[in-house]
């Protein structure tokens, strides 16, 4: 069997929240036109990603990558 390596998602967002001990709350947005009158609307979703050394504050710029369940909300890394 030939080993193939799945590329993980990643996004790029900012901590908005590093108050958990070894996690941080992550703000990935995104901005999408509306179907019907063309207008910019910008959404965002919140993400928990592991922060194993605390080095996270808020309003850093992180790439988070996708990992495989660490607790009940995270899955990123």
Known sequence: ??????????????????????????RVDRQIRHKLYGKIIRKSVKYMADDPRNVCNIGDVVL??????????????
Request: aromatic share 2%; charged share 40%.
């Open 64 to 77: 988070i990558e996708e990992c495989r369940p660490l607790s009940k909300n995270k899955r990123w890394r």
């Open 1 to 26: 069997m030939s080993e193939t390596k799945i590329a993980r998602k990643t996004k790029i967002g900012s901590v908005v929240s590093n108050k958990r001990d070894k996690s941080v709350v992550v």
